[in-house]
């Protein structure tokens, strides 16, 4: 056992070392920074001492603990988790496997950091109606949700159809129907041919939805932070779009796939 901890944390280490150098790194700091977190709870994980993915999800993890320094506890669970990887949680200081959490108003003690690389749409659901996170650093939320019709997405996850569709700020650009660039970053949204042939195979019902009707703890919904895409303008009139996630795509591969920082409010 002490041997695969000892050969996960020189892997890990090489990992955190690709991730610091990264403008996806410098980017997510940037962003956290304008925030008091005090926790952050880790979902979706998987097992890092067996899977590629959760290795680097693991060393950005590690190295926003080394960055953001009012964060003083990290919550975690993943039902893979092994007995490595449970030893490597051990012996973190303030990590604590926690299945579900119970929150109660902390006043000013800080934010709490919802990291969710990966997780699949019933898990989200499930932790938006329970634990009712404000800030997570997760799936980018239309890109999750678009082998669903809206209908669809209401009658299954219906607090997530009314964050991709019922938010005041956010459904206008990450709803694929409405082609307008995002504030911040600049981005417009280009729904993919992959997208659009698996939408033509649906019928879109002429159901109109209404979003107020379903309880929730968020008024105004999804609020881009930042989907490590931006757009810029050259002297010369050229647009171009660089995509901080594809950068260090050939060392983490799919590690952070359709990552985005949002709130919900």
């Not at 890990?12 to 990264?22: A, L, N, Q, T, W």
């Not at 990290?74 to 929150?103: A, C, M, R, T």
């Not at 459904?171 to 995002?182: E, F, T």
């Not at 417009?188 to 979003?211: A, F, G, L, M």
Request: hydrophobic share 30%; aromatic share 10%; with cysteine.
């Amino acid at each position: 056992m002490a041997r695969g901890i000892d050969e996960l944390n020189s892997v890990i280490d090489s990992y955190r070392e690709v991730i610091r150098k990264s403008d996806l790194f410098g980017k997510t700091i940037e962003c956290l920074q304008s925030y008091n977190i005090s926790k952050i709870r880790c979902l979706a994980l998987g097992s890092f001492a067996e899977e590629f993915p959760a290795k680097y999800q693991l060393a950005l993890l590690l190295e926003i603990l080394d960055n953001i320094n009012t964060i003083k506890e990290v919550s975690l669970y993943d039902p893979v988790f092994n007995e490595v990887d449970k030893l490597f949680i051990k012996e973190q200081s303030n990590w604590h496997i926690v299945e579900q959490e119970h929150y109660q108003d902390t006043g000013n003690c800080g934010e709490t950091l919802f990291y969710m690389p990966h997780a699949p749409l019933d898990l989200t659901e499930e932790v938006i109606k329970r634990e009712k996170p404000k800030l997570i650093l997760g799936n980018e939320m239309s890109q999750h949700t678009d082998r669903y019709t809206e209908k669809q997405l209401y009658d299954k996850y219906p607090l997530l159809s009314k964050l991709v569709y019922g938010s005041k700020n956010y459904s206008k650009v990450s709803n694929p129907k409405i082609n307008v660039s995002a504030e911040g970053d600049g981005f417009v949204r280009q729904e993919s041919k992959k997208s659009r042939r698996r939408k033509n195979k649906w019928h879109i019902e002429p159901t109109v939805i209404d979003y107020s009707s379903v309880p929730s703890y968020f008024a105004d919904g999804l609020i881009m932070i930042t989907n490590y895409k931006s757009s810029s303008t050259s002297e010369d009139g050229e647009n171009t779009t660089v995509d901080l996630i594809k950068k260090g795509q050939e060392q983490w591969n799919h590690s952070f796939s359709d990552l985005s920082l949002f709130e919900i409010a």
